[in-house]
């Protein structure tokens, strides 16, 4: 669900970080208030650079409004946020943006049906969404193309936007937020609507990222843990706001961690790397 965006650059200067290098999300006591609803209360949250992260939680229980936090899209209203080393309200917020991959669906909407599908990719660069008279180079418009190969549709790469299947299209998303070969990568949602083949495609793809050990940061948000790609290494559980439970996959992803998280008795089971959650 959208959210207020915060306007462009602040023009404030930009203030040292207190975080590592290494820390590329660092949220300290962070709430997000918008008329009178408190989307986000009191959280803290860390990601490192290695770390590939799943966000889990039920409709309305501010993922997308995390995910936009760290996209630095959003202030908090109250508590500390620092995105890539930079404190959100402080800093440049078009230049840190230059450095985030952020694939949503917000997004994908605005993806004219008539792109070309490389242009897609390769508009990426100049952060927006259609082609018109920016001036690419031949360096850009081949890492276009070999990121959809790597997401396994660079054959489509001559097709328009509009012709694309759903899994298609979410896989050309992802290509297009790894255009500016970004520190952090954010996934909302990248498996909804597609049907079983095409998830467990974009599954694979996913894993093959995670393994990577060049790949950015990774947050992924998803309501299904049977989404949660091999390779991910912790998981982040929200309910209402608040975080349930945060840190490695396996000691987070629990049958009573996921029953408090989304209000019903689950029993979850992990079936070599991939996992599956029922009622209990
Ligand atoms: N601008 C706003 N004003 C008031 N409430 C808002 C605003 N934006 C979002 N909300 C509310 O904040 C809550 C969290 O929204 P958010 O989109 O972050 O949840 P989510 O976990 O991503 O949900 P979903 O899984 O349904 O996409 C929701 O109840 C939503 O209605």
Same mark, same amino acid.
């Given at each position: ?36 609803? #408190?989307? $986000?209360? %009191? ?5 490192? =650079? !290695? /770390?590939?992260?799943?966000? &889990?939680?039920?409709? *309305? ?114 290509? #297009?937020? $790894?255009? %500016? ?5 954010? =996934? !909302? /949602?990248?498996?909804?609507? &597609?049907?079983?083949? *095409? ?82």
């Amino acid at each position: 669900m959208p959210t207020d965006l915060v306007p462009g650059a602040s023009g404030a200067a930009p203030t040292p970080s207190p975080v590592t290098a290494d820390v590329v999300v660092d949220l300290a006591g962070v709430s997000v208030l918008r008329s009178g609803t #408190r989307l $986000l209360d %009191t959280v803290d949250w860390r990601v490192e =650079l !290695d /770390e590939r992260w799943v966000v &889990l939680g039920p409709n *309305g229980a501010g993922k997308t409004t995390l995910l936009n936090l760290a996209a630095a899209r959003l202030h908090p209203t109250t508590g500390v946020a620092h995105v890539l080393g930079e404190r959100i309200g402080r800093t440049d917020i078009a230049e840190l943006r230059t450095r985030i991959g952020l694939s949503t669906a917000a997004l994908a909407e605005r993806i004219p049906a008539d792109e070309p599908v490389s242009d897609v990719v390769l508009t990426a660069a100049w952060s927006v969404v259609g082609r018109w008279r920016e001036r690419y180079d031949a360096m850009d418009a081949a890492r276009a193309v070999a990121l959809l190969d790597q997401l396994g549709v660079g054959s489509l790469a001559d097709r328009t936007y509009g012709t694309l299947s759903e899994g298609e299209r979410k896989r050309v998303q992802i290509a #297009r937020a $790894l255009m %500016t070969d970004p520190e952090l990568l954010l =996934l !909302d /949602e990248p498996a909804a609507g &597609l049907d079983l083949g *095409g998830r467990e495609d974009l599954v694979a793809r996913l894993a093959e990222l995670a393994y990577d050990p060049d790949a950015p940061a990774l947050v992924l948000v998803t309501h299904h843990v049977e989404e949660i790609p091999p390779g991910f290494t912790h998981a982040l559980l929200l309910r209402d706001g608040r975080i349930v439970a945060q840190g490695l996959l396996d000691d987070t992803l629990t049958g009573e961690n996921l029953t408090e998280t989304f209000g019903l008795p689950l029993v979850v089971q992990r079936h070599g790397d991939r996992y599956t959650a029922r009622a209990a």
